[in-house]
């Protein structure tokens, strides 16, 4: 792990964000400066618990457990948001949501089974009805069918992807 690597998750721009994280009962520790830094203080050499996920040796990514209220806080923003709007949401989807060109673009999943929304990128069209996609949160790869899928607002987008890619060493 970079030791810098948190500060791009969440920079000092979402300081809003950071305190609503902070609000959280979860987290305990004032903030000062706004850094992610600061909030998640991973160095080279130290460990954390980490959550991998795997499709093959290429594609395997680290979350960091110390990131679940964050990602909670993400999911309950998008919730909230995509259910006040759902209408407006909808009826948008066609005009700036092209279905048939998402390959390596950011959607929202809205996920039927769990009523949970999550950040995805869609990797490849499977076929008319699904795509390829990852988790973006998470480090999970799923074929996704693309009914569930409508466009991220860009305020979705201010915090990074809390999974990161790996390599293996040697």
């Known amino acids: 792990v970079e030791d810098n690597y948190w500060d791009v998750i969440l920079?000092?721009?979402?300081?809003?964000?950071?305190?609503?994280?902070?609000?959280?009962?979860?987290?305990?520790?004032?903030?000062?400066?706004?850094?992610?830094?600061?909030l998640y203080p991973l160095l080279s050499g130290t460990s954390s618990p980490c959550e991998v996920r795997f499709?093959?040796?290429?594609?395997?990514?680290?979350?960091?457990?110390?990131?679940?209220?964050?990602?909670?806080?993400l999911q309950t923003q998008m919730r909230d948001f995509y259910k006040k709007n759902k209408d407006e949401v909808l009826r948008n989807d066609r005009s700036y949501f092209d279905i048939s060109n998402l390959n390596n673009s950011v959607a929202v999943l809205d996920n039927q089974l769990d009523g949970i929304?999550?950040?995805?990128?869609?990797?490849?069209?499977?076929?008319?009805?699904?795509?390829?996609?990852?988790?973006?949160?998470?480090?999970?790869?799923?074929?996704?069918?693309v009914s569930g899928l409508r466009p991220?607002?860009?305020?979705?987008?201010?915090?990074?992807?809390m999974s990161f890619q790996c390599v293996l060493r040697g």
Do not use: C
């Open 117 to 145: 929304f999550y950040r995805v990128e869609v990797l490849d069209r499977v076929n008319v009805d699904q795509v390829e996609a990852m988790f973006i949160d998470f480090g999970m790869f799923e074929t996704l069918d």
């Open 11 to 38: 920079m000092e721009g979402n300081v809003d964000f950071v305190k609503e994280v902070l609000g959280s009962e979860r987290i305990e520790t004032p903030l000062e400066p706004i850094t992610a830094y600061s």
């Open 152 to 161: 991220i607002h860009p305020s979705m987008m201010q915090v990074g992807a």
């Open 55 to 73: 499709r093959d040796l290429k594609d395997i990514y680290i979350r960091p457990k110390i990131l679940d209220p964050v990602i909670q806080l």
